[in-house]
């Protein structure tokens, strides 16, 4: 069974149209402020869990869960990139083009985490 959080806005203004200032329902807090683990899509949750960081800091009032994350990465990069193009006409209709291309990477590295 779904719970639904959707209740009936008792300052709706029936005899106003419906917009951001007068709409007619509202959502209601889930129980503890925590989403039940049955509305939480468990393929989603496990790519979320795989690339999203976890919150590593806590704030200055000592909350556990604050959502911040500090990431120190340390990262060499270098890019080389040249691009040659080189064009000849040998007579009207007969003509010669050349392109070479040349790009080069170097240094990435991701710290540990």
């Known amino acids: 069974m779904i719970r639904q959080t ?9 005899t106003k149209p419906t917009g951001a200032n007068n709409f ?4 209601s807090q889930f129980l503890g402020n925590i989403i039940p683990t ?3 899509n468990p ?3 496990a790519f979320l869990m795989q690339h999203v960081p976890m919150p590593n800091m806590t704030m200055m ?6 959502n911040i994350i500090l990431m120190s990465a340390n990262e ?6 040249g691009t040659v193009r080189i064009d000849h006409n040998f007579s ?3 003509t010669l083009f050349g ?8 240094g990435f590295s991701r710290a540990a985490g």
């Open 6 to 14: 959707a209740v009936a806005n008792p300052n709706f203004d029936k």
């Open 24 to 27: 007619s329902y509202t959502r």
């Open 38 to 40: 049955d509305r939480i």
């Open 43 to 45: 393929l989603l949750e």
């Open 61 to 66: 009032s000592g909350a556990a869960d604050s």
């Open 76 to 81: 060499t990069h270098f890019q080389d990139q």
């Open 92 to 94: 009207n209709g007969d």
């Open 99 to 106: 392109r070479y291309f040349n790009r080069q990477e170097n």
